[in-house]
């Protein structure tokens, strides 16, 4: 008699699926409208916060300034927190909350309250190579200011972005520590914007980023990224080009207890995350 067939059950490949969004929603630059691109460079100074606080929650905040033409224009301010939850060791959930001042002529024109929330899945810890993967929806306020002031009327827009990311191991650089090391972040982030106000920048921009990060130890590293970005702008036809420099410091502190020899080291899956906007 023949055996009945086994069911299995399917599972998701977050490579081909990830690889499959980028295509989808990269950029159409076919298109028959002249374009004007505007080419500029930007510096960028970042901290960031982790603290885990159980096994399965952790809390974390960046802060940032931003410049550009090589630190001569302030633009930009902006302060993160949030919290996650792991569900296992590859998945996060989380939610969080952004609010970012830009700047002109050294004043703030214009402030920014974003909620937003997120899935994370994360490469297999224990593989030396590995893709990850962050799914972001995000709920953006824009409230102008006069005067100092900032005003209660605002413009709405919602906007989703998917990242793709791998983090290589270069080298061990202290046989004494071990969690000395030198790492590679590449990582490619595309967003899309949606809402009444969005006529012309759909699409949002394109973010790729190489970073060499060192890592001191399970505590703290420093990253210093290169940042290509391509963005929209809200008139017709007009886009922007930048090359920043991304400086980033990252900090961890373990509440949970654990020993030493238990405790996994924070990465920062897309270095981080519009005008001049906060990542």
């Known amino acids: 008699a023949r055996q009945p067939l086994k ?33 500029r460079g930007e510096q960028w100074l970042q901290y960031n916060l982790n603290v885990i606080t159980s096994k399965k929650w952790q809390l974390f905040g960046n802060t940032g300034t931003r410049w550009k033409d090589s630190f001569e224009k302030y633009t930009l301010f902006f302060g993160r927190i949030g919290a996650g939850y792991n569900v296992n060791r590859t998945v996060r959930l989380s939610s969080g909350f952004t609010y970012a001042e830009l700047k002109r002529d050294g004043a703030t024109y214009l402030v920014e309250f974003r909620p937003y929330e997120e899935l994370l899945v994360r490469a297999n810890p224990t593989k030396k190579f590995g893709l990850s993967h962050r799914f972001r929806f995000e709920q953006r306020f824009h409230n102008p200011v006069v005067d100092g002031n900032i005003q209660s009327e605002n413009t709405f827009a919602l906007r989703f972005r998917y990242a793709l990311s791998t983090r290589i191991p270069i080298a061990t650089l202290s046989r004494e520590n071990p969690d000395f090391k030198l790492n590679l972040g590449i990582s490619d982030e595309v967003m899309i914007n949606a809402g009444k ?19 001191f130890n399970k ?34 502190l373990h509440l949970a207890h654990k020993k030493d020899d238990q405790l996994v080291p924070y990465q920062n899956t897309v270095i981080p995350n519009t005008k001049d906007a906060a990542e």
């Open 7 to 39: 069911s299995t059950p399917m599972k998701i490949k977050w490579p081909v699926m990830g690889l499959l969004l980028l295509i989808l929603l990269w950029p159409n630059q076919d298109t028959a409208q002249e374009k004007e691109i505007i080419h």
């Open 219 to 252: 505590w703290m590293s420093v990253a210093l990224a290169w940042n290509n970005q391509f963005f929209n702008t809200s008139t017709a036809g007009q886009y922007v080009h930048t090359n920043a420099f991304w400086l980033q410091l990252t900090h961890t």
């Open 197 to 215: 106000e969005i006529v012309y920048n759909v699409f949002d921009k394109n973010r790729f980023v190489v970073s060499p990060t060192v890592q």
